[in-house]
Nanobody, 116 residues
Framework: QMQLVESGGGSVQPGGSLRLSCLDS????????MGWFRQAPGKEREFVAS????????SYADSVKGRFTISRDNVKNTVYLQMTSLKPEDTAVYFC?????????WGQGTQVTVSS
């Protein structure tokens, strides 16, 4: 069983940076592919980035490529999302998730607001 808790959200001006963290309190973190998704008001949840269980394979949505970086620390049971050059359209609730066969576990989300 995984329990995912996100942190690091907040308000930032366009062009700014934030780093999101997602901590798993379980004991099987390293076996899962981890990902970040986001949901803006009135829109469907969308994929942002994912990272394989050993961290060697990463995938990004086209909208964040070159600006966001996903990483993980399997000792700390934590996955990170470093966000730079933030835009107003990045405003959303960001969720981390864990995948074995499908995206089985989700955090509660953390709000990111990009506004001047």
């Amino acid at each position: 069983q995984m329990q995912l808790v996100e942190s690091g959200g907040g308000s930032v001006q366009p062009g700014g940076s934030l780093r999101l963290s997602c901590l798993d309190s379980g004991r099987t973190f390293s076996a899962y592919t981890m990902g970040w998704f986001r949901q803006a008001p009135g829109k469907e949840r969308e994929f942002v980035a994912s990272i394989s269980w050993v961290g060697g394979s990463q995938s990004y949505a086209d909208s964040v490529k070159g600006r966001f970086t996903i990483s993980r620390d399997n000792v700390k049971n934590t996955v990170y999302l470093q966000m730079t050059s933030l835009k107003p359209e990045d405003t959303a609730v960001y969720f981390c998730a864990a995948k074995w066969g499908s995206w089985d576990y989700w955090g509660q989300g953390t709000q990111v607001t990009v506004s001047s």
